[in-house]
T-cell receptor
C-alpha cells in the first residue's frame, strides 16, 4: 500500500489559515487522496478528497501538486474547534478499508 | 439524521471476561467496518461487512475476536477471554456502498481490561 508522510504536530493561531502538508511519493495513478480528522474523544470524520485537481468544500480546500507526490489540506480560518488529528490517506478506487497513519496533531492557539 | 451509534461507550472488563460491543450503522448503509485504536495511534482495520457477508477479517488480531452482522444492519464485535492488550477504543464505521466511499464513524467504545 502506498504510504503517506505527515508532520507529527503543528500549531496555528486562531483565525489564521492553516496548511497541513502530506507527502505521498509512491502514489499510483488511480489512488485518491483523502483527508479525515479526529476531534478529541470522537471517531474520525471525512474532510475532503481529490484525485488530480484542487478541491474545495465547506470545511477545507485540498491543493494537489502537479506530480501528485504531495498535497496540502488548507483550513482557511482556523477555530479552536479545528484542533484535532488530521489524517492524509491514499485510497484506490477498489479499496474498502481505510489505512490510517499517525496523522498530524493540530493545536490551535487562542 | 442519526449517525452511527455504538454501545456501550465505556466498558471495563476483568482479564478473562468476554465482552460484546454493539454498532448501529446509518440506515441503508451497505458496508460496515470495525477498527481498533490504541492510545496515541491511528485506527487500525479489523474487519469489514457488505450487508451480512463478512468479506474481510484480515485485521482481527486473534481467534478471540469475532464479529457478526446477521441481518445486514446492526453489528456486534465480540472479544472472548479479554487480555490487557485488548484495551483500546473500538470504532465502527459505515458507508453507503463499497467502493472507496466516505465512511461515517461512530464515537467508539473505550474498552479497559484490568
Amino acid at each position: 500500500d502506498a504510504k503517506t508522510t505527515q508532520p507529527n504536530s503543528m500549531e496555528s493561531n486562531e483565525e489564521e489559515p492553516v496548511h497541513l502538508p502530506c507527502n505521498h511519493s509512491t502514489i499510483s495513478g488511480t489512488d485518491y487522496i483523502h483527508w479525515y480528522r479526529q476531534l478529541p474523544s470522537q471517531g474520525p470524520e471525512y474532510v475532503i478528497h481529490g484525485l488530480t485537481s484542487n478541491v474545495n468544500n465547506r470545511m477545507a480546500s485540498l491543493a494537489i501538486a502537479e506530480d501528485r507526490k504531495s498535497s496540502t489540506l488548507i483550513l482557511h480560518r482556523a477555530t479552536l474547534r479545528d484542533a484535532a488529528v488530521y489524517y492524509c490517506i491514499l485510497r484506490g478506487v477498489a479499496d474498502d478499508k481505510i489505512i490510517f497513519g499517525k496523522g498530524t496533531r493540530l493545536h490551535i492557539l487562542p | 439524521g442519526a449517525g452511527v451509534s455504538q454501545s456501550p461507550r465505556y466498558k471495563v472488563a476483568k482479564r478473562g471476561q468476554d465482552v460484546a460491543l454493539r454498532c448501529d450503522p446509518i440506515s441503508g448503509h451497505v458496508s460496515l467496518f470495525w477498527y481498533q485504536q490504541a492510545l496515541g495511534q491511528g485506527p487500525e482495520f479489523l474487519t469489514y461487512f457488505q450487508n451480512e457477508a463478512q468479506l474481510d477479517k484480515s485485521g482481527l488480531p486473534s481467534d478471540r475476536f469475532f464479529a457478526e452482522r446477521p441481518e445486514g444492519s446492526v453489528s456486534t464485535l465480540k472479544i472472548q477471554r479479554t487480555q490487557q492488550e485488548d484495551s483500546a477504543v473500538y470504532l465502527c464505521a459505515s458507508s453507503l456502498d463499497r467502493v472507496a466511499s466516505e465512511q461515517y464513524f461512530g464515537p467508539g467504545t473505550r474498552l479497559t481490561v484490568t
